[in-house]
């Protein structure tokens, strides 16, 4: 069994900075991507970011191009979204997501992605 777990978020203000993890674990995981997405109230789940296991590329979505950026961490299948410049526009659940194998790419669909993480509430204050 998969699981992704998300761990950091909270509350701060806007102009500042938030750091997520997310760690896979269970034995099939297989992935060759670990992405990020976000979902405000009342709105439909959208892309943040992908980043290849493999080869460390990163894909982003226009809105945070600049002020967000997604690196591996030492311990084996985990990544963080390291958020700066932070805007009451990025306020939502932020969710880590994989794809049960390997795929060509970094996609941005999230009907790709197989697996998530329960999500981990970031609140970015005006």
């Known amino acids: 069994q998969v699981q992704l777990v998300e761990s950091g978020g909270g509350l701060v203000q806007a102009g500042g900075s938030l750091r997520l993890s997310c760690a896979a674990s269970g034995r099939t995981f297989s992935s060759n991507a670990m992405s990020w997405f976000r979902q405000a109230p009342g709105k439909e789940r959208e892309f943040v970011g992908a980043f290849n296991l493999v080869s460390g590329s990163t894909y982003y979505a226009d809105s945070v191009k600049g002020r967000f950026s997604i690196s591996r961490e030492n311990a084996k299948n985990t990544v963080s979204l390291e958020m700066n410049s932070l805007k009451p526009d990025d306020t939502g659940v932020y969710y880590c997501?994989?794809?049960?194998?390997?795929?060509?790419?970094?996609?941005?669909?999230?009907?790709?992605?197989?697996?998530w993480g329960q999500g981990t509430q970031v609140t970015v204050s005006s």
């Open positions: 997501a994989a794809y049960r194998g390997t795929r060509i790419g970094l996609s941005r669909n999230r009907y790709d992605y197989d697996y």
